[in-house]
């Protein structure tokens, strides 16, 4: 409870005064009084006593009077025995008595007197302790208005200030001959708020400063204290973790959207890492709960600057722009080499195709069709015409579309195109590639080389997976809405292990081989086209006995309704 400097003061000083005035009545009236009361008593007892000794000494002289009355040869006289005389007169006087009681009378009086005079003396501190507590009162008014009034001024404006609002201050007066300790203290703390205030608007400037420079960071940003809470981070992270900034958020709510620190069996905790095991960096690779088909690579470094704060800095990559540069990269790759190929190809195959035309027109075409060397020329002519549409397929592998949204093209049409363009290394190891189609063409919307990419990527898999003597069978089907195509080998197979991370980033079998080359993304690419197209993509696979990859992808919607 809160009780006020004012109140203290006040009731200190009343409970103090009216304690003092108490002891001080009480004191006063039992030293006084009662020695008042003894002399009372003791006067009494004395005048009782006095009473009775002058009752027998008139009973004595009357006796002693009766005596000299009997004998004559008695005489009394004022002058031999003065005192017995003056007491035998006396008592024949009948106010003798009447003035004694009077006397002892006026002795009570004098102790009402004193009694009275003691009522008075109360009274007198009465109006006293009366007389103090106006002093008190206005000592206490000149407190609370030169001391108290202030102060709880500057208490209340401290309290607002506490809590944020840095824009009030103490009210100093201005007249500079009458100021006191008060006013200095005021002057003071104002210029301690002014100072507090240039110094916290510094440090808003900085930290804006430092998160507009983390924010300008392509990957995701964020600093980690020991306690799991997250001191800083970019737009890119929360962009990753699908959360929005906030004050006092921990690390695995954002991340994860729980409410425990993630469990060490099961997750690799970079915080936990390298606080505990003293590591200078870790590479890990993480998927967040907002969005779990992106891989994340987390890099994360231990920040030191003193011994009692810890903290740790990740820099967090979405791998999914490493698939598409590298996906880029081979596109391009592939269109400079398919540009050349053709520039190469058609010079050439142009010069033959020319000089064949030109041995028909002179030596064969007098010749009837069913003579040998004529079929032979022919075959040779048809084969040069089918060579020269080889540039123009590895062209229309790589080109892209400057459209929004690109045309549909025909699946099975890109299907073929792609066999007929890895139809020879197939054949060179043994390996037969059979595909089914049904009449009807089956239309898809999307980028068709990206189409083509995907489609190179799973079938060079499985002929990598082949031994001499495999065979691929790839069919295309179409459902109510989707176009289905499976690529099925005989090839060695994924182990169930493996089977869950064939698609992350950077994973690969043949990695465990020395002679592998596999950079570990051409899955992964293949996944992200065909999630971009709409689609998804499947596998299935025993080891031994081959693999089955399933692509499912939604027919143009202009076709389909047709």
């Not at 400063?209 to 300008?216: E, K």
Request: hydrophobic share 40%; aromatic share 8%.
């Amino acid at each position: 409870m809160f009780l006020s400097l004012n109140r203290k003061i006040v009731y200190s000083i009343l409970s103090l005064f009216l304690i003092a005035s108490l002891l001080f009545i009480m004191a006063f009236y039992m030293a006084y009084s009662s020695k008042v009361e003894k002399d009372q008593l003791f006067s009494i007892q004395r005048n009782q006593q006095y009473i009775d000794l002058l009752y027998r000494s008139i009973n004595l002289t009357k006796e002693l009077k009766q005596l000299v009355e009997q004998y004559d040869e008695i005489t009394i006289d004022d002058i031999s025995y003065p005192q017995i005389y003056t007491l035998t007169h006396d008592s024949q006087n009948p106010d003798f008595l009447i003035h004694e009681q009077n006397m002892i009378a006026e002795r009570s009086k004098s102790f009402d007197a004193q009694y009275q005079t003691i009522n008075n003396g109360i009274t007198i501190i009465s109006l006293s302790a009366l007389l103090l507590a106006f002093f008190i009162i206005l000592v206490g008014y000149l407190i609370k208005r030169w001391l108290l009034t202030p102060i709880n001024k500057i208490s209340t404006i401290s309290e607002e200030i506490g809590q944020g609002n840095l824009n009030l201050r103490i009210p100093v007066r201005n007249n500079i001959k009458y100021l006191d300790e008060l006013d200095r203290l005021s002057s003071t703390f104002n210029m301690m708020v002014d100072n507090l205030q240039n110094t916290l608007s510094e440090i808003k400037d900085k930290e804006k400063f430092l998160q507009a420079l983390v924010d300008s960071i392509p990957d995701g940003i964020r600093v980690i204290d020991k306690d799991y809470n997250i001191i800083i981070a970019n737009k890119t992270y929360y962009k990753q973790a699908g959360s929005k900034a906030s004050s006092g958020l921990k690390c695995y709510q954002s991340s994860f959207n729980i409410d425990h620190p993630c469990d060490l069996v099961h997750t690799q905790c970079p915080l936990h890492e390298l606080l505990h095991t003293r590591k200078r960096r870790i590479n890990i690779i993480q998927q967040f709960s907002h969005d779990i088909s992106r891989h994340l690579a987390v890099n994360a470094a231990p920040v030191i600057y003193d011994n009692s704060h810890q903290y740790i800095v990740e820099s967090i990559r979405d791998l999914s722009e490493d698939i598409d540069f590298s996906h880029q990269q081979k596109l391009s790759s592939l269109g400079f080499l398919s540009s050349s190929i053709a520039h190469e190809m058609k010079n050439h195959l142009g010069a033959i195709r020319l000089i064949t035309e030109h041995l028909i027109d002179h030596y064969y075409s007098g010749l009837p069709e069913s003579d040998e060397q004529k079929k032979i020329i022919d075959m040779i002519y048809s084969e040069i015409i089918n060579a020269s549409k080889v540039p123009e397929r590895l062209l229309k592998l790589t080109r892209g579309y400057a459209e929004t949204e690109p045309p549909p093209f025909s699946c099975a049409e890109s299907l073929s195109d792609v066999i007929n363009i890895l139809d020879f290394e197939a054949k060179s190891k043994g390996i037969n590639i059979i595909f089914s189609a049904p009449a009807q063409q089956i239309y898809i919307n999307g980028n068709e080389a990206d189409f083509k990419i995907a489609a190179i990527n799973i079938i060079l898999n499985a002929i990598k997976a082949m031994d001499d003597k495999g065979r691929l069978t790839i069919k295309l089907k179409k459902s109510s809405s989707e176009a289905i195509i499976t690529f099925t080998d005989t090839g060695i197979g994924i182990a169930p292990k493996d089977l869950p991370y064939i698609f992350n980033p950077f994973f690969s079998e043949g990695k465990q081989r020395k002679d592998s080359k596999n950079s570990g993304l051409g899955l992964a690419i293949t996944k992200s086209i065909i999630e971009k197209m709409g689609g998804k993509i499947s596998v299935k696979s025993a080891l031994g006995k081959g693999s089955c990859f399933s692509l499912s992808l939604p027919l143009t919607k202009r076709l389909q309704k047709k």
